[in-house]
């Protein structure tokens, strides 16, 4: 026993050198997203309504998130920049895919992230539920694009879903 207890500091030392030597991840400072999955949500009619829309981000500098009280220009209700996850909504009307304007919008907030650790970056994922089912329109094929903004106006790339059969009747 008295010889364990010789190499204990040395053992605890080594583990914290081996932990302190993990290298951070760095991303570049525009956020970044992947399409991970759509997943449309079971309800009690045989009517499709609302969807599951689920992505990875990252972003290097950390500043992707806003407040409640982040309401002055840029991110103003006036500006575009009010919203920081943008999301398009497209019907395959006659073989293509064609831009809907809906009256409601599918824009969202994201909520002010904070990194984990020494690095201000931060990565996850998101989910956000949508509708799908467009009461004006008999088309059935649709697809959504996203991207999401930080707070230093960088957009990220844009994402494209698969097409999306949606259960009218």
């Given at each position: 026993m008295k010889r364990f207890s010789r190499f204990l500091p040395l053992i605890i030392l080594s583990v914290f050198f081996l932990n302190a030597c993990t290298p951070e991840e760095v991303f570049p400072p525009e956020p970044?997203?992947?399409?991970?999955?759509?997943?449309?949500?079971?309800?009690?009619?045989?009517?499709?309504?609302k969807g599951i829309l689920k992505i990875y981000f990252t972003d290097g500098d950390g500043d992707l998130g806003l407040d409640d009280g982040d309401t002055i220009a840029p991110f103003?209700?006036?500006?575009?920049?009010?919203?920081?996850?943008?999301?398009?909504?497209?019907?395959?009307?006659?073989?293509?895919?064609?831009?809907?304007?809906?009256?409601?919008?599918?824009?969202?907030r994201i909520p002010r992230l904070t990194s984990k650790g020494n690095s201000p970056s931060v990565k996850g994922e998101?989910?956000?539920?949508?509708?799908?089912?467009?009461?004006?329109?008999?088309?059935?094929t649709i697809r959504f694009e996203a991207s999401i903004c930080d707070r230093a106006l960088h957009i990220s790339n844009t994402i494209t879903t698969p097409e999306i059969i949606v259960q009218k009747h």
């Open positions: 970044a997203i992947t399409f991970l999955s759509f997943t449309k949500k079971a309800n009690n009619t045989t009517i499709d309504d103003d209700k006036n500006s575009i920049y009010y919203y920081n996850f943008f999301i398009k909504y497209y019907e395959k009307q006659h073989g293509n895919f064609v831009e809907v304007t809906l009256p409601t919008t599918f824009n969202s998101i989910e956000l539920e949508v509708f799908i089912n467009n009461p004006f329109s008999a088309f059935d």
